[in-house]
């Protein structure tokens, strides 16, 4: 049982490139989220989705798109990257009213 | 908006000794909270949920107690040891809505001193 899988773990962009994180479940989770982690400020809601078709916007949601065509999978689309999105990215999913389970991350620097 | 707050920022005790974190929140119509733990360089693991319901929940050595009507959990862990040490997060689920939209403490960094 492999949890939540996030590709790639590390990334380096340049200014104004585009790229996916990738995000998947196997545990059946209608609920997924994608969170940034920046020190000083916690983690921050950036996109989430209650299931395949539905996606919703968090506190932080500008530069960043998302999809969810099926269960399993939630890619995090930066559209032209920037300096202010250097972060550690995390993946979450999780039942109704259950446990959280989070990605091991994906650090990301822009320069 | 719902803010959560943790004090102290970082906490350093010796091995064996008990000690209780803290999480506070300004808005009470929460639906649940959760404490989480990270380790340097890795994702949250999740500790234990409180449903809005409850007072407490128990892991091992790992209590738990909310009280909404103050805006106030504590982590309670039990004879502290070396791999306790990480940081410590809490985080709550906005009214009408379960965990896809959580708001989320700063941390306690806990370090155990063998």
């Known amino acids: 049982n492999a949890g939540v899988t996030q590709t790639p773990k590390f990334q380096v962009l340049k200014t104004g490139q585009s790229m996916t994180l990738q995000c998947a479940q196997d545990?059946?989770?209608?609920?997924m989220s994608w969170y940034r982690q920046d020190p000083g400020m916690g983690l921050r809601l950036i996109h989430y989705?209650?299931?395949?078709?539905?996606?919703d916007q968090g506190e932080v949601p500008n530069g960043y798109n998302v999809s969810r065509s099926t269960t399993e999978d939630f890619p995090l689309r930066l559209l032209s990257a920037a300096p202010s999105q250097t972060s550690v990215y995390f993946c979450?999913?999780?039942?109704?009213?259950?446990?959280?389970?989070f990605g091991s991350g994906t650090q990301l620097s822009v320069l | 908006k719902q803010e959560v707050t943790q004090i102290p920022a970082a906490l350093s005790v010796p091995e064996g000794e008990n000690l209780v974190l803290n999480c506070s929140f300004t808005d009470s119509a929460i639906y649940n909270l959760q404490w989480f733990r990270q380790d340097p360089g890795k994702g949250l693991t999740s500790l234990l949920l409180?449903?809005?319901?409850?007072r407490e929940q128990t892991s091992g050595r790992l209590n738990a107690s909310l009280d909404k009507s103050s805006g106030r959990s504590t982590l309670y862990i039990a004879a502290s040891q070396p791999g306790d040490s990480a940081t410590y997060l809490c985080?709550?689920?906005?009214?009408?809505?379960?965990?896809?939209?959580?708001?989320f403490g700063t941390g306690t960094r806990l370090t155990i001193i063998p």
């Open positions: 989705s209650v299931g395949a078709g539905i996606t």
């Open positions: 409180i449903q809005s319901s409850q």
């Open positions: 985080a709550v689920s906005l009214p009408n809505f379960g965990n896809e939209k959580l708001t």
């Open positions: 545990m059946n989770h209608e609920y």
């Open positions: 979450a999913s999780s039942s109704f009213n259950e446990k959280l389970f």
